[in-house]
């Protein structure tokens, strides 16, 4: 689901003009650089962020079993095209492409009648400019959670086989109503029947 919701995001982003592709991480290098700008979305590994929670109604087939809250982070490589850009302009730089991930995120969540819930979120180092004087890029990290529900399905993902109880049988039911009060079973002369089947 993850990874269809960043394909989505991603085209919101060039509708609106956002010069951030999305990536759907993790990324194969270790270091976090800013040398070009972008935004990853990935499921952050070695932590146990997800939580699946029982159901509150029941629904039809396929049945939903439970609702799995998944745990995701987005960040967002920015660097200002600026002659001797400073950490601010960095910074800046990527906040305002927040702004644009979350409103996006939120039309597209809502749009799949799913939820969203945002997580702590802020700058973090980067790893490949520790020593060094000049600022190359900021780099801003936001968690999140997204729910999707558990159906029961065939691996194949199709519902589970339905029975016909029969198309020959016609259930039919009687009521009689009336305003008079009387010994219960015996409704009086002026009960109107209605019948329906």
């Known amino acids: 689901m993850l990874y269809a919701i ?18 759907f991480g993790p990324e194969p290098a270790s270091s ?3 040398a070009r700008e972008r935004i990853v ?13 029982p159901v509150k109604a029941l629904h039809h087939n396929p049945t939903m079993r439970a609702v799995r809250i998944q745990g995701a982070r987005i960040r967002i490589f920015a660097r200002a095209n600026l002659a001797g850009a400073q950490w601010h302009d960095h910074a800046e730089r990527a906040e305002a492409a927040l702004d ?17 819930t945002w997580g702590g979120g802020g700058f973090v180092a980067l790893v490949d400019l520790e020593g060094s ?8 990290e936001q968690d999140f959670a997204i729910d999707r529900g558990v159906f029961r399905r065939t691996w194949a993902g199709e519902a589970q086989p339905e029975r016909v109880i029969g198309t020959d049988v016609t259930i039919a039911n009687t009521v009689k109503v009336s305003q008079a009060t009387g010994p219960a079973g015996t409704p009086p002369a ?3 029947i209605v019948s329906g089947g």
């Open 6 to 23: 960043s394909q989505e995001l991603g085209a919101a982003l060039r509708e609106q003009g956002v010069p951030f592709p999305v990536i």
């Open 32 to 34: 976090l650089s800013a």
């Open 41 to 53: 979305i990935e499921q952050p590994f070695g932590e146990k962020r997800d939580q699946t929670q």
């Open 100 to 116: 644009h991930v979350q409103a996006e995120l939120d039309v597209i969540v809502k749009g799949r009648k799913n939820a969203i």
């Open 133 to 140: 004087e000049v600022w190359s890029g900021a780099v801003y």
């Open 190 to 192: 002026e009960a109107v």
